[in-house]
């Protein structure tokens, strides 16, 4: 018995990667899987069905089920016909794992406006729009009295938690994914509906040339995508039991992120500030703080 028998997944951008990673984990716990993939570059650019296809032969040559789907996941229409290929597949949808992305580094200075718009819509709006028509097919479900045991998975990136030189597309669409985890647990929680984070440390077609070297070191690889894919199968199983929670994730390692907090609080009492109280205030607050942890790629 797997830990997500029974259940229908959809994995965005699963053709290659982490997604594929997380694709082929799901499927070998029992969960029949639409792996969408667009099958572009790494900065967006083409498409092609070919690597969603060859990771559906790949799960059904272990005997699981699996079909391929070429959804843009920031197209609303589109992100619509993915989650209804799910539930016209298999009768319904259990587990959402958004994944699908892109890069178009640059540095802000020099950041071009569709640099900017891309990355932002395949990232942010193409992790909203899947769970939107999600949460409607669940949320129908709930109606009828049925009892739902939902479960999304979104991913972050330390990027977006902490900053990454060169990246600030990329970081601001990712900090936004944080939120709408914490956003989204809120509001569906009471339709059945679990929404946790991940952000994961691993060798990927975006990882490689930026963070890591693309080639996988002999031995224990601690990059490996599949190091990432078994907390994401138990966020999206039916045995998780946690939401709203982002998660930085690698290989043998796991740690929930602690988010914006209400920092150490000076106040003047039943008046406003003066403008010469105001720097006192602020470093007041601040060394009674925590310091920041460094923005990736900042120097020291």
């Not at 890069?103 to 990355?119: C, F, G, K, P």
């Not at 990246?167 to 569906?188: D, F, P, T």
């Not at 310091?291 to 120097?299: F, N």
Request: with cysteine; proline share 3%.
């Amino acid at each position: 018995m797997g830990s997500c028998d029974g259940r229908v997944a959809i994995v965005t951008g699963a053709g290659r990667g982490l997604g594929r990673a997380h694709a082929l984990a799901l499927a070998a716990e029992g969960a029949r899987v639409v792996v969408n993939d667009l099958g572009v570059s790494r900065e967006g650019e083409g498409e092609g069905s070919v690597p969603a296809d060859e990771v559906v032969a790949e799960i059904r040559d272990l005997g699981g089920e699996a079909v391929a789907d070429g959804a843009d996941v920031a197209d609303w229409d589109q992100a619509a016909s993915m989650v209804a290929r799910a539930i016209d597949t298999w009768g319904r949808l259990d587990t959402l794992v958004c994944n699908a992305g892109f890069l178009r580094d640059r540095m802000l200075a020099t950041m071009s406006e569709d640099d900017w718009d891309a990355v932002v819509r395949v990232h942010l709006k193409g992790h909203f729009a899947p769970a939107r028509h999600a949460i409607a097919h669940w949320r129908e479900r709930t109606k009828v009295g049925e009892e739902v045991a939902a479960r999304v998975v979104m991913t972050s990136s330390g990027a977006g938690l902490l900053g990454s030189i060169g990246q600030g597309n990329y970081a601001a669409a990712k900090a936004g994914i944080a939120l709408l985890v914490v956003q989204a647990s809120a509001e569906w929680g009471r339709y059945g509906v679990l929404v946790n984070g991940v952000a994961p440390d691993a060798r990927t077609r975006m990882t490689g040339g930026v963070i890591y070297d693309a080639e996988a070191p002999e031995g224990w690889d601690e990059k490996d995508p599949a190091n990432v894919s078994p907390l994401v199968v138990w966020l999206g199983s039916g045995d998780c039991d946690v939401t709203g929670r982002m998660f930085e994730v690698g290989g043998g390692r796991l740690s929930v992120c602690d988010g914006w907090q209400h920092g150490p609080e000076i106040g003047v009492g039943q008046r406003r500030f003066e403008v010469a109280e105001i720097a006192g205030a602020v470093h007041t607050s601040i060394d009674a703080a925590p310091a920041p942890a460094p923005v990736y790629g900042a120097e020291g």
